[in-house]
C-alpha cells in the first residue's frame, strides 16, 4: 500500500512491492474452486433459525491463518506472508490507530456531535492488511463501515465524520484517494465496483477493484448480479466480505447455509476463508487475489471471518439480540492485541514504542474531535451542487422553490438540527 495516509500523512510504504513470497505456488485459489462442501445432511431449517451462541461462532470450516489469537505464528499448507516485522510494526500501527479514532467518533456521536457511527471495532485486521496489499492504482469500493481502510488510503478523518454530522453526504475526492464514497443501500455498490472494473479492464490501466461488503449484503440480489457480471467478464475485482457474524440482529445463520465462501464456485470463481482477525492472514490472501485481478485471471470471493465487536450503529443495542459469552469467545480472539502479542515476542514493540502509538492516537483523537466540532454546516443551497451535469427544468424550479422558502437564509424557516 503506497498511497499517502491520513494517520500519518508520510505516505511512506511499509509493504511497497509486497507479494507472497518463493515461486509461483499452487494455492486453493490457483487450484479448481474448492469443493462445496455440503454437509452429507442438509442442516434442518430449524437449525439456521437459532440464535447464534458462543458454539455457533467458531467456524464451521477451516480457515486461513499466520498468526494465532495468541500471536504465535502458524503456518498454512498454501499461504506465506511476506511482511517482516518491521512491516507488521507498521501494520500494527494503523490497526491501534484506527482503533482510537474509531473510539473518538463513537465518543462524539454520544455526545450529539454526530447522528450516527457505524463502528469498525473488531475488523481491524480485516481493513488494514487489505490495505496494505493495496497497490496504489487499485481502487476500493467501500460500504459504510471501512473507516480503517479509508484512513489508510488518505481520506481526512475530519472529512470522513462529515456525513455522520450530517453537514454532506461524503465529499472526500475517491479518484484522488482511490477510495469510493460510502454507500447505506446494502450491496449496491458491489454492482457499482464491476462495473469501475470492467471499465479498468476496457482501458487497460492494470490495476484491480477491492469491493467491500458485508455477509448479509451477500443475499442481496445486487451482489449476486454483481458475482454473475464480475465471473462472465473476468473483471478484476476482489469481493472482500466482511462476514462480522451479524447483519443489525440477524445472525449469519440467517444468510446461508454453506459457509459463504463457497458461494463462489457456483458462480465460477475461486473463494477463500481467511481469519478476518489475522492481519498477517487477510494481507496475504488479499495480495494473492489482487495479483490475479491484476494480472487478468478474474475475480475472487475473500471471505474474512471477523466479528463486530461493537453495535451495528450507535442507534443499536446489541444486548437485545446476543449474548455476552458470544461478545467473550471474540476478545479473546482480538485482532490487535495478537499482533501487539507477536511484536513483542520478537522484541520489535516495547512499552515506549507502545506508548508513542498511544500519544499518536490520543493526538489523531484530539485533531478529530476539534475538527469535528468547527464544522459548519452547509448553505442549504449547496444541496443542488453536483447533481446534474445538465440541470433541467424540473431541478430549477425545485431549487427556485428552495431558494424562495430559505431566502438567502441557510437556517431556513423551521430547521432543527438533527443530530442526537
Ligand atoms: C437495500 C437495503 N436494505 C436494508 C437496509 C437496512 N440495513 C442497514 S445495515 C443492514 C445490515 C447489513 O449487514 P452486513 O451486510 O452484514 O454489514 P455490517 O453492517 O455487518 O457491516 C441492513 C439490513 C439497507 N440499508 N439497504
Ligand atoms: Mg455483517
Same mark, same amino acid.
Given at each position: 500500500m503506497?498511497?499517502?495516509s491520513?494517520i500519518d $500523512?508520510?505516505?511512506s510504504s511499509a509493504t511497497?512491492?509486497a507479494?507472497?513470497?518463493?515461486?509461483?505456488?499452487?494455492?486453493?485459489?490457483?487450484?479448481?474452486? +474448492? +469443493?462445496?462442501?455440503?454437509?452429507?445432511?442438509?442442516?434442518?431449517?430449524?437449525?439456521?433459525?437459532?440464535?447464534?451462541?458462543?458454539?455457533?461462532?467458531?467456524?464451521?470450516?477451516?480457515? *486461513?491463518q499466520l498468526l494465532d489469537r495468541h500471536g504465535l505464528r502458524v503456518s498454512? +499448507?498454501?499461504?506465506v506472508s511476506s511482511l517482516t516485522d518491521a512491516d507488521i510494526l507498521a501494520l500494527y500501527r494503523e490497526m491501534r490507530l484506527t482503533r482510537r479514532?474509531?473510539?473518538?467518533?463513537?465518543?462524539?456521536?454520544?455526545?450529539?456531535?454526530? =447522528?450516527?457511527?457505524?463502528?469498525?471495532?473488531g475488523?481491524e485486521a480485516a481493513q488494514i492488511g487489505a490495505a496494505y496489499a493495496?497497490?496504489? =492504482?487499485? @481502487?476500493?469500493?467501500?460500504?459504510?463501515?471501512?473507516?480503517g481502510? %479509508?484512513?489508510a488510503?488518505?481520506?481526512?478523518?475530519?472529512?470522513?465524520?462529515?456525513?455522520?454530522?450530517?453537514?454532506?453526504?461524503?465529499?472526500?475526492?475517491?479518484? !484522488?484517494?482511490?477510495? =469510493?464514497?460510502?454507500?447505506? *443501500?446494502?450491496?449496491?455498490?458491489?454492482?457499482?465496483?464491476?462495473?469501475?472494473?470492467?471499465?479498468?479492464?476496457?482501458?487497460?490501466?492494470?490495476?484491480?477493484? &477491492?469491493?467491500? @461488503?458485508?455477509?448479509?449484503?451477500?443475499?442481496?440480489?445486487?451482489?449476486?448480479?454483481?458475482?454473475? @457480471?464480475? !465471473?462472465?467478464?473476468?473483471?478484476?475485482? *476482489?469481493?472482500?466480505?466482511?462476514?462480522?457474524?451479524? !447483519?443489525?440482529?440477524?445472525?449469519?445463520?440467517?444468510?446461508?447455509?454453506?459457509?459463504?465462501?463457497?458461494?463462489?464456485?457456483?458462480? =465460477? @470463481?475461486?473463494?477463500?476463508?481467511?481469519d478476518g482477525n489475522d492481519a498477517l492472514a487477510v494481507h496475504a490472501?488479499?495480495?494473492? !487475489?489482487?495479483?490475479?485481478?491484476?494480472?487478468?485471471?478474474?475475480?475472487?470471493? *475473500?471471505? %474474512?471471518?471477523?466479528?463486530?465487536?461493537?453495535?451495528?450503529?450507535?442507534?443499536?443495542? +446489541?444486548?437485545?439480540?446476543?449474548?455476552?459469552?458470544?461478545?467473550?469467545?471474540?476478545r479473546d480472539r482480538d485482532p490487535v492485541d495478537r499482533v501487539a502479542a507477536y511484536l513483542r515476542s520478537t522484541g520489535t514493540l516495547d512499552d515506549a514504542g507502545e506508548a508513542a502509538i498511544q500519544a499518536e492516537g490520543?493526538?489523531?483523537? &484530539?485533531?478529530?474531535?476539534?475538527?469535528?466540532?468547527?464544522?459548519?454546516?452547509? #448553505?442549504?443551497?449547496?444541496?443542488?451542487?453536483?447533481?446534474?451535469?445538465?440541470?433541467?427544468?424540473?431541478?430549477?424550479? #425545485?431549487?427556485?422553490?428552495?431558494?424562495?422558502?430559505?431566502?438567502?437564509?441557510?437556517? $431556513?424557516?423551521?430547521?432543527?438540527?438533527?443530530?442526537?
Open positions: 503506497t498511497g499517502t491520513a $500523512g508520510t505516505g511497497e512491492g507479494s507472497t513470497d518463493g515461486p509461483v505456488r499452487r494455492t486453493h485459489l490457483s487450484a479448481a474452486p +474448492p +469443493p462445496t462442501e455440503l454437509p452429507s445432511e442438509a442442516p434442518s431449517p430449524d437449525a439456521a433459525l437459532e440464535v447464534a451462541g458462543p458454539d455457533v461462532a467458531a467456524p464451521d470450516v477451516a480457515m *486461513v498454512d +499448507p498454501t499461504y479514532f474509531d473510539r473518538e467518533a463513537t465518543n462524539l456521536q454520544r455526545q450529539g456531535e454526530l =447522528g450516527l457511527w457505524a463502528s469498525s471495532l475488523q493495496l497497490a496504489d =492504482g487499485d @481502487f476500493v469500493v467501500p460500504s459504510y463501515r471501512e473507516h481502510l %479509508a484512513l488510503r488518505g481520506v481526512d478523518p475530519v472529512v470522513l465524520l462529515k456525513m455522520f454530522r450530517g453537514v454532506d453526504y461524503g465529499s472526500w475526492d475517491s479518484a !484522488a484517494h482511490r477510495f =469510493g464514497g460510502y454507500t447505506l *443501500v446494502i450491496g449496491a455498490q458491489t454492482l457499482h465496483a464491476v462495473g469501475y472494473a470492467m471499465g479498468l479492464q476496457r482501458d487497460e490501466t492494470g490495476d484491480a477493484v &477491492l469491493c467491500c @461488503f458485508g455477509d448479509g449484503a451477500s443475499s442481496q440480489g445486487d451482489v449476486n448480479e454483481a458475482f454473475t @457480471f464480475a !465471473a462472465v467478464n473476468n473483471a478484476p475485482v *476482489v469481493f472482500f466480505l466482511q462476514n462480522n457474524q451479524w !447483519a443489525i440482529s440477524a445472525p449469519t445463520t440467517r444468510q446461508s447455509r454453506v459457509p459463504l465462501y463457497q458461494r463462489a464456485a457456483g458462480f =465460477g @470463481f475461486p473463494g477463500v476463508r481467511v490472501v488479499v495480495t494473492e !487475489a489482487l495479483e490475479r485481478a491484476r494480472s487478468g485471471g478474474g475475480p475472487t470471493l *475473500v471471505e %474474512a471471518y471477523t466479528f463486530r465487536m461493537g453495535a451495528h450503529t450507535t442507534s443499536d443495542d +446489541p444486548t437485545r439480540y446476543r449474548e455476552t459469552a458470544e461478545e467473550q469467545y471474540w490520543d493526538e489523531l483523537a &484530539l485533531r478529530t474531535r476539534r475538527g469535528c466540532l468547527a464544522l459548519v454546516d452547509p #448553505d442549504v443551497m449547496t444541496l443542488y451542487d453536483h447533481v446534474l451535469a445538465e440541470p433541467g427544468q424540473a431541478a430549477g424550479e #425545485d431549487r427556485d422553490v428552495m431558494a424562495e422558502l430559505f431566502d438567502g437564509d441557510s437556517d $431556513g424557516p423551521d430547521q432543527t438540527d438533527g443530530r442526537g
